[in-house]
């Protein structure tokens, strides 16, 4: 006879999976504002630069921001952003993988 799945301990691993998942692309998302150099910026100038990121509709814009993204993550900048220490730009959210890390505070607490 074939046990019965237990649908409940497989759907607090997928619950404990996204959470992890979670918790790792906001502590991702907190390096990249510091390598950028981004976290000089208020809070709220740092929101409106990506919400206007965030909504526009330029493609041409969005080019040019996704090749001097490439070429940030690449290392082809030269080192012209602060705080990017001479650390290599592709290990960038390495730390979150590790146990221990440090969550950055994102955000509102529950927010996507």
Known sequence: ?????????????LTDKARQ?????????GEL???TGADTLSAE????????????????RKEAWRKSGAAFFSGEDK???????????????????EPGSAQLPLGKPGAA
């Open 45 to 60: 100038v740092l929101a409106g630069a990506l919400l206007d990121a965030a909504t526009t509709t330029d493609a041409a």
């Open 1 to 13: 006879m074939r046990k019965p799945r237990d649908y409940d301990a497989e759907l607090k691993a």
């Open 21 to 29: 998942l979670k918790t790792r692309k906001t502590s991702q998302l």
């Open 33 to 35: 504002v510091n390598a």
């Open 79 to 97: 080192g012209s952003r602060a705080g990017t220490g001479s650390e290599p730009r592709s290990n960038l959210g390495s730390a979150a993988a």
